[in-house]
């Protein structure tokens, strides 16, 4: 089956079906990642001060204070 064919099948799927494809398809990614969800956790866990980012660094971060919009 190609590409082309797979798009057009999807596209006719209701949305929810969609979503859970979707969702799926996160789930193939991350299992592809060695060691993807171990890593991410850690990150979250990390509670060393050294690390944080002030509301201001956070913002620059995100490019929210970027006043050329």
Known sequence: MSIEAIKSELR??????RRKL???MVV???EGRADYATK????????????WLTP???E?????????K
Do not use: Y
């Open 40 to 51: 991410l956790a850690q990150k979250i866990d990390d509670r060393s001060p050294d690390r």
């Open 22 to 24: 979707m969702a799926f």
């Open 56 to 58: 201001e660094q956070c």
């Open 12 to 17: 006719a799927l209701p949305t929810e079906e």
């Open 28 to 30: 193939l990614e991350d």
């Open 60 to 68: 620059q971060e995100l490019k929210l204070n970027d006043d050329s």
